[in-house]
């Protein structure tokens, strides 16, 4: 059984930084891809970033320059940088994984999910 476990939300004023973390638990491919997500009140899940088992990455536009995806695939790992956070970055923040090991930006791409970690960012 493949687990997630995101650490790291919180709350921080506007211009701050956190640095969420997840990490991977039980039988993956060998190549999986990790992603960030988030979720708006009352919205689907969208896509933040996503790093493949090749390191490649994608970070979505709205946060380029902002967000930084990495991982540590001997620990199996994964970790998100959010820098200079905005009042409009409040949200649950969602570690994924898929099998594939391309990066995918929709989340019915995704086949095991952690439980979510808030950030809410003050003004």
């Known amino acids: 059984q493949v687990q997630l476990e995101e650490s790291g939300g919180g709350l921080v004023q506007a211009g701050g930084s956190l640095r969420l973390s997840c990490a991977v638990s039980?039988?993956?491919?060998?190549?999986?891809?990790m992603a960030w997500f988030r979720q708006f009140p009352g919205k689907e899940r969208e896509f933040v970033a996503a790093?493949?088992?090749?390191?490649?990455?994608y970070v979505h536009t709205s946060v380029q320059g902002r967000f930084f995806i990495s991982r540590d695939s001997a620990k199996r790992t994964a970790s998100l940088q959010m820098n200079s956070l905005k009042p409009e970055d409040t949200a649950l923040y969602y570690c994924?994984?898929?099998?594939?090991?391309?990066?995918?930006?929709?989340?019915?791409?995704?086949?095991?999910w952690g439980q979510g970690t808030v950030v809410t960012v003050s003004s």
């Open positions: 039980g039988r993956t491919s060998s190549s999986y891809t």
């Open positions: 994924a994984i898929n099998n594939r090991g391309a990066v995918m930006t929709d989340h019915r791409s995704y086949d095991y």
């Open positions: 790093i493949s088992g090749s390191d490649a990455t």
